[in-house]
């Protein structure tokens, strides 16, 4: 089946630095991924769509000036988080649409496994 | 947009019992998929059920499209069974979550 994966697992940082989390589809190729953030006990909320060749579509109250997401492959998205502040420690987690079944807004998400981003 | 909402919010059962979580939503949709978040945070897919029936293994689900609602059924329930349950459903583009069912499983 699709497999998506997710790196680093987990990042401890200094407050102002700047990380990176890459997502990468091993086994298919992704035009469209997604990238999602859940903080303690709750569900999972969408910030962004990632589309392969031109600029990501955000989701209202995201700052993406503060998340930039580059897809400049078809099997290679990454999310950058700029000047980290411990507001910003979360698990975030990225998904692709399996392309192999049906087609469009159809096809399932799968999910890499997440990276858990500590800020000091 | 969307809205989803899952039921009950916490689940708390014995070794064997069976169960079933509920998610409603208020449009049609194309997508909806059902998963298990475990302790660590990795998200199993258990089925993607826009509509019909399907099973795997102890676990099962329906969807009613018609009439907005999946039902996700486990049965002879093991500790490992535990986490949270989560339900997605979307539209023209994007994934819904809604708030999740926590299981625990008591041995």
């Known amino acids: 089946g699709a497999v998506v994966s997710q790196h680093p697992s987990w990042v401890i940082c200094k407050s102002g630095t700047s990380v990176k989390i890459e997502c990468r589809s091993l086994?298919?190729?992704?035009?469209?991924m997604f990238w999602y953030r859940q903080f303690p006990k709750q569900s999972l909320m969408l910030m962004a769509t990632?589309?392969?060749?031109?600029?990501?579509?955000?989701e209202q109250g995201v700052e993406k000036d503060k998340f930039l997401i580059n897809h400049a492959s078809l099997t290679l998205s990454t999310l950058t988080v700029t000047s980290a502040h411990p507001e910003d420690s979360s698990f975030y987690i990225c998904s692709a649409r399996d392309p192999n079944l049906m087609t469009g807004a159809r096809q399932p998400q799968h999910f890499g496994d997440g990276t858990r981003l500590s800020i000091l | 947009g969307i809205q989803v909402e899952q039921s009950p919010p916490d689940l708390i059962l014995q070794e064997g019992a069976n169960s079933t979580l509920r998610c409603n939503f208020s449009d049609s949709v194309n997508n909806l998929q059902w998963f298990h978040q475990n302790p660590w945070g990795q998200l199993i897919n258990l089925f993607y059920i826009p509509s019909g029936t399907k099973q795997n293994g102890r676990l099962s689900a329906t969807t009613v499209a018609t009439e907005r609602y999946s039902l996700l059924y486990i049965s002879s329930s093991q500790t490992t069974d535990s986490g949270v349950y989560f339900c997605?459903?979307?539209?023209?583009?994007?994934?819904?979550f809604g708030q999740g069912t926590r299981l625990t499983i008591n041995p």
């Open positions: 990632s589309n392969e060749g031109s600029k990501a579509t955000y």
């Open positions: 997605a459903v979307g539209g023209a583009q994007k994934l819904v």
């Open positions: 086994d298919f190729q992704a035009t469209t």
